[in-house]
């Protein structure tokens, strides 16, 4: 195979999705980045609960939707229907991979579970995706993104110093369960290939958290008191923070000995430099406060790009706390094309780029979101079902298809009366 093939190396995965929100789409979106086919199964009529996440809205889409579905086809289909539940178990006896979030005594009543599965299909990965996991005695809670960060302690050491835990103001916990999930399901594909072995995925919102906070819980367990929001302030490091400069706000980040006399001397603090002190971070970080102190001093003489600039010859890692304004116009993501537009958006809608970049793969796949149904006959054609049998799931109810007018549903290659 041509190594700058651009096929991504999970091409010929077959995975089905069944998730909604944001963890699990996320968690198929780079799947589908790395070349697997993803159809995405959701409930006709409403679809991914996703889709109605908005304002924002552009051209009726949930800039959440688009920012988490693309490179995917979406086939609507109704369990409760005999008809749709049968659709998706064919499509799960010749899938390599099934993504679900739903409760487990639903699952269990219609079959979907996963020892269920692994018996029709022993070669099958699934992957449960969930608040608090498969066990446990909270393991029938909803989960979401903010009761993560509340119940796993990454509230608690969030936000100013003095002040109310805060939320992290993104959808951490879905986008790196998302992230922990395509890691898992990726791993097991690998086994999938050599033996055929199929394998139950257990991913859950708090135990990601738990693995963000690793080194707090770590710190704290060997003997740190209890942490509580710090402004920014890292618990073990010294320095490294936000400070204020003539006119903007900055970071400096001191990660080691030799970076903490070049601040010194930078800044002209010689005197802090040569303190033996403050020679290590344990010194640095007892006297905390005062070199602190004295640093935020000497920055709010001068402006920021001359600070920055300083700070740079001198090796010392710094920069701008960038408004998102400007995050979208930095030179360094616009020259690796971070933020990609949408297909048929008109720029309208963008998604950003997967935190990978593979040499095989130079140009990114970069398909357009699915509209609700928009390729149920497709699928269905590609299982082996006849216009009669398509015609009758869409009268019953148990598929839906994507329309362009009342009654009527659309495909690439012509249309289906429903």
Same mark, same amino acid.
């Given at each position: 195979?041509?190594?700058?093939?651009?096929?991504?190396?999970?091409?010929?995965?077959?995975?089905?999705?069944?998730?909604?929100? /944001?963890?699990?789409?996320?968690?198929?979106?780079?799947?589908?980045?790395? *070349?697997?086919?993803?159809? $995405?199964?959701?409930?006709?009529?409403?679809?991914?609960?996703?889709?109605? !996440?908005?304002?924002?809205?552009?051209?009726?889409?949930? &800039? !959440?939707?688009?920012?988490?579905?693309?490179? $995917?086809?979406?086939?609507?289909?109704?369990?409760? &229907?005999?008809?749709?539940?049968?659709?998706?178990?064919?499509?799960?006896?010749?899938?390599?991979?099934?993504?679900?979030?739903?409760?487990?005594? $639903?699952?269990?009543?219609?079959?979907?579970?996963?020892?269920?599965?692994?018996?029709?299909?022993?070669?099958?990965?699934?992957?449960?995706?969930?608040?608090?996991?498969?066990?446990?005695?909270?393991?029938?809670?909803?989960?979401?993104?903010?009761? &993560?960060?509340?119940?796993?302690?990454?509230?608690?050491? #969030?936000?100013? $110093?003095?002040?109310?835990?805060?939320?992290?103001?993104?959808?951490?916990?879905?986008?790196?369960?998302?992230?922990?999930?395509?890691?898992?399901?990726?791993?097991?594909?690998?086994?999938?290939?050599?033996?055929? #072995?199929?394998?139950?995925?257990?991913?859950?919102?708090?135990?990601?958290?738990?693995?963000?906070?690793?080194?707090?819980?770590?710190? +704290?367990?060997?003997?740190?008191?209890?942490?509580?929001?710090?402004? *920014?302030?890292?618990?073990?490091?010294?320095?490294?923070?936000? +400070?204020?400069?003539?006119?903007?706000?900055?970071?400096?980040? =001191?990660?080691?000995?030799?970076? !903490?006399?070049?601040?010194?001397?930078?800044?002209?603090?010689?005197?802090?430099?040569?303190?033996?002190?403050?020679?290590?971070?344990?010194?640095?970080?007892?006297?905390?406060? %005062?070199?602190?102190?004295?640093?935020?001093?000497?920055?709010?003489?001068?402006?920021?790009?001359? !600070?920055?600039? @300083?700070?740079?010859?001198?090796? =010392?890692? &710094?920069?701008?706390?960038?408004?998102?304004?400007?995050?979208?116009?930095?030179?360094?993501?616009?020259?690796?094309?971070?933020?990609?537009?949408?297909?048929?958006?008109? %720029?309208?809608?963008?998604?950003?780029?997967?935190? +990978?970049?593979?040499?095989?793969?130079?140009?990114?796949?970069?398909?357009?979101?699915?509209?609700?149904?928009?390729?149920?006959?497709? =699928?269905?054609?590609?299982?082996? /079902?006849?216009?009669?049998?398509?015609?009758?799931?869409?009268?019953?109810?148990?598929?839906?298809?994507?329309?362009?007018?009342?009654?009527?549903? @659309?495909?690439?290659?012509?249309?289906?009366?429903?």
């Amino acid at each position: 195979m041509d190594f700058l093939d651009g096929s991504g190396p999970l091409e010929g995965l077959r995975v089905v999705d069944m998730t909604t929100s /944001y963890a699990g789409p996320t968690a198929s979106m780079y799947l589908a980045d790395l *070349g697997a086919q993803v159809i $995405k199964v959701e409930r006709p009529v409403h679809g991914d609960d996703a889709r109605s !996440w908005g304002p924002p809205f552009a051209g009726g889409t949930s &800039a !959440w939707f688009a920012s988490a579905n693309r490179n $995917k086809r979406s086939v609507a289909l109704d369990l409760r &229907a005999p008809g749709g539940r049968d659709v998706l178990l064919r499509l799960l006896d010749a899938a390599d991979v099934f993504l679900q979030n739903l409760n487990p005594s $639903k699952l269990t009543r219609l079959g979907l579970d996963g020892p269920s599965l692994l018996r029709r299909n022993p070669g099958l990965i699934y992957c449960a995706m969930s608040g608090y996991g498969l066990d446990g005695p909270d393991s029938h809670l909803p989960g979401y993104d903010l009761v &993560a960060q509340a119940r796993s302690g990454l509230m608690s050491v #969030t936000g100013e $110093k003095g002040g109310a835990p805060q939320r992290v103001s993104t959808a951490l916990s879905d986008i790196a369960t998302g992230m922990a999930a395509a890691i898992a399901i990726s791993a097991a594909a690998v086994r999938q290939a050599r033996s055929g #072995t199929g394998e139950i995925i257990d991913v859950s919102l708090l135990d990601t958290d738990l693995a963000l906070m690793a080194p707090r819980i770590a710190a +704290f367990h060997a003997g740190e008191p209890e942490p509580a929001p710090s402004g *920014g302030t890292d618990s073990v490091l010294a320095v490294y923070q936000p +400070f204020e400069t003539a006119d903007r706000t900055i970071v400096v980040a =001191v990660g080691n000995n030799p970076m !903490w006399q070049r601040l010194c001397r930078a800044l002209g603090l010689d005197d802090l430099a040569e303190e033996d002190a403050l020679t290590d971070n344990a010194g640095r970080r007892e006297h905390r406060e %005062r070199i602190s102190a004295r640093i935020a001093e000497t920055l709010r003489g001068r402006p920021a790009s001359q !600070w920055l600039r @300083v700070l740079a010859g001198a090796d =010392v890692p &710094a920069t701008l706390v960038q408004s998102l304004s400007e995050v979208v116009d930095d030179d360094q993501v616009t020259a690796r094309d971070s933020i990609m537009p949408v297909p048929d958006s008109n %720029r309208a809608l963008v998604s950003v780029r997967s935190p +990978f970049r593979l040499a095989s793969s130079p140009a990114p796949r970069n398909e357009r979101f699915p509209r609700l149904g928009e390729h149920t006959a497709q =699928v269905l054609r590609e299982l082996g /079902y006849s216009p009669q049998a398509m015609a009758h799931l869409a009268v019953t109810g148990a598929a839906g298809f994507a329309t362009d007018g009342p009654g009527r549903a @659309v495909e690439e290659e012509g249309s289906l009366s429903a």
